[in-house]
């Protein structure tokens, strides 16, 4: 009974939520902030050079350009499809330094600061997962094929 009920909604739900148009607008939704933040360092590699600076990572200028490549590159290959699998690993683990480097919300004291740190800590290893579930579906679409 359960699966009937279950195979019935997920037929209603198949033509919206199984397009190719959905699925690229829910790979879009996962890349913006990254589109985004590759085109501001773009737009502005001073700020992009401040904000490596703030991290602490030198050479910031190097490092700069290699983050906007990442993030607008691998984006690129997770919103074209080929290679999304490594796109997505790319944002993925690219996600998961970046949030242990700027999101130490352990080190702060109690408090709102506190509380929004980590509120964003969370977030970002939802994102993380995000990508690696992409990856992982791409590649068990290679190997169905």
């Given at each position: 009974m359960h699966s009937a009920i279950e195979g019935r909604l997920a037929?209603?739900?198949?033509?919206?939520f199984g397009s190719r148009a959905l699925q690229w607008l829910?790979?879009?939704?996962?890349c913006a902030a990254y589109l985004q933040g590759g085109l501001v360092k773009l737009t502005d590699f001073p700020g992009?050079?401040?904000?490596?600076?703030?991290?602490?990572?030198?050479p910031a200028p190097v490092f700069a350009v290699l983050v906007i490549v990442l993030e607008l590159g691998a984006s690129?290959?997770?919103l074209?499809?080929?290679l999304r699998w490594l796109g997505a690993l790319a944002l993925g683990g690219f996600t998961l330094l970046a949030t242990f480097i700027a999101l130490r919300f352990w080190m702060l004291p109690a408090g709102q600061e506190r509380f929004m740190a980590a509120?964003?800590?969370?977030?970002?290893?939802?994102?993380?997962?995000?990508?690696?579930?992409?990856?992982?579906?791409?590649?068990?679409?290679k190997e169905a094929a």
């Open positions: 037929a209603l739900a198949r033509p919206v829910a790979y879009l939704g996962l992009a050079i401040g904000e490596m600076n703030h991290f602490g990572l030198a690129a290959l997770i074209v499809g080929r509120n964003s800590f969370f977030e970002h290893l939802g994102l993380a997962g995000g990508f690696l579930l992409v990856a992982w579906l791409d590649l068990q679409a």
